[in-house]
């Protein structure tokens, strides 16, 4: 390492020690595995394929009691991200009503269609669990819920019902019911244990909804399907703001033929085909791999994992796809790549010399980590922390292929050590989720929500980057953050009297 890059690294453990002398010794010495700092490909690994390990970082451990995590549950991976953007699917949220957050349409997942006709990703369907319910059990109401919804959605492909934490504990037999209904209206029921107990995050919502996806839509009817050579899935894409409609047009830019896009903007169809693909393509590796690995061992279908956050990765990944189809569509793609150069580069002689040194920490779920770092990098922004709310152990290996020696990394990052990394780091700008976004904006520090841009987007793609380089020059540069002094450029008086 350069001299300069050793001294941040250093500064940096110097800094997690400093967070973690706050807590009791038993705690610290347990949180200390979640919280490291990146070193060089070199020191990492003599190969120099990856700055962090396998080791390196602790993941996909249980949340301790009484600590402020910022995670979701199991029922909030399989309803809030796999299932709940198939559109032409009602999905119940089968509990009490209170924990259905994610009945609610709170994501923004784009759809084409008609609500409440051919379409229901935003419909709230929750079978509103009472005590006689959990005193009696509820699979007569799930019974007559499916037998209304059938009445009131005729053009519905099927219904999904998603288990609350009490439908796990008393016992209910979902599958029992979604068998028995399967019959009696001829539509796919999918029953998903997804109760919010279970596992230690989201992460094993989303592996739970991928193996219904394998049990209980793949193979279970003749599939009469034409295929081609350039036939792709795109997989884990949420089509947040619009993404996965970016990716597609990319896609098919080039050459090829997005015969299933889930599950964002999906349907049933396009999920029961897809193991007639000829490649899927994966974004969301740690939520959709699990399917992905499937196809492959029972079906034949080769994956890949991709990236159309900023124009070096998107680059480098239409590249990496076309090769997968011979000469032709290699040729494509770098027609397609020479075709936005043009406007790559007016955006970065936009918006570079606005941003260009300036610093990010970013904390999300899923890939968003690892895959928006160069988006930043390429408008000369610098990550100075990142870390996931749910990641597990090979997703900070993949992480490594993207960050720098001595950028901070954290895992399942408590509030308190957050906001101490925030107040200490003083980046130029914080990505995280809308539970942060509010205390950091009161820290002084610009904000962006990268779970669903802020209610912008799209990000993927090109004209999805152009929108991404606004969105951060309007956070960074709005010249709101100089009306206000923040708390640690405030002397104690200042303090004391701002609190009375």
Known sequence: MSRDIETDAASKEKLIEDVLSAYPDKFAKRRRKHLAVSKSPTEAAPDGESALSECD???????????????????????????????????????????????????????????????????????????????????????????????????????????????????????????????EINKTIIPVRCEGFRGVSQSLGHHIANDTIRDWVFDKKPIEFEGTPYDVNIIGDYNIGGDAWASRRLLEEIGLRVIGMWSGDATLAE?????????????????????????????????????FFGPSQIAASLRKIAKEFGPEIEANAEKVIAKYQPMVDALLAKFKPRLEGKSVMLYVGGLRPRHVVDAYTDLGMEIVGTGYEFAHNDDYQRT?????????????????????????????????????????????????????????????????????????????????????????????????????
């Open 57 to 183: 970082v602790k993941s996909n451990i249980k949340s301790i009691p009484g600590v402020m995590t910022i995670r979701g549950c199991a029922y909030a991976g399989s309803k809030g991200v796999v299932w709940g953007p198939v559109k032409d699917l009602v999905h119940i949220s089968h509990g009490p009503v209170g924990c259905g957050h994610y009945s609610g349409s709170q994501r923004r997942n784009y759809y084409n269609g008609t609500t409440g006709v051919d379409a229901f990703v935003t419909l709230h369907v929750t079978s509103d669990f009472q005590e006689r319910d959990i005193v009696f059990g509820g699979d007569k109401k799930l019974e007559k819920i499916i037998d209304e919804l059938e009445v009131m959605f005729p053009l519905s492909r099927g219904i999904t019902i998603q288990s609350e934490c009490p439908v796990g504990l008393i016992g209910d037999d979902i599958e029992a019911v979604a068998k028995k209904k399967n019959k």
């Open 271 to 307: 999920m029961e085909r897809a193991p007639k693909a000829k490649l899927n393509l994966i974004h969301c590796y740690r939520s959709m791999n699990y399917i992905c690995r499937h196809m492959e061992e029972k079906h034949g279908v080769h994956w890949l994992e991709y990236n």
């Open 400 to 500: 490594g292929h993207y960050v720098k020696a001595g950028t901070l990394i954290y895992d399942d990052v408590t509030g308190y050590e957050l906001e101490k990394f925030v107040e200490k780091i003083r980046p130029d700008l914080v990505g995280s989720g809308i539970k942060e976004k509010y205390p950091v904006q009161k820290m002084g520090i610009p904000f962006r929500q990268m779970h669903s841009w802020d209610y912008s987007g799209p990000y993927h793609g090109y004209d999805g980057f152009a929108i991404f380089a606004r969105d951060m020059d309007l956070a960074i540069n709005n010249p709101v953050w100089g009306l206000f002094t923040p708390p640690w450029k405030k002397s104690d008086e200042k303090y004391l009297e701002a609190a009375e």
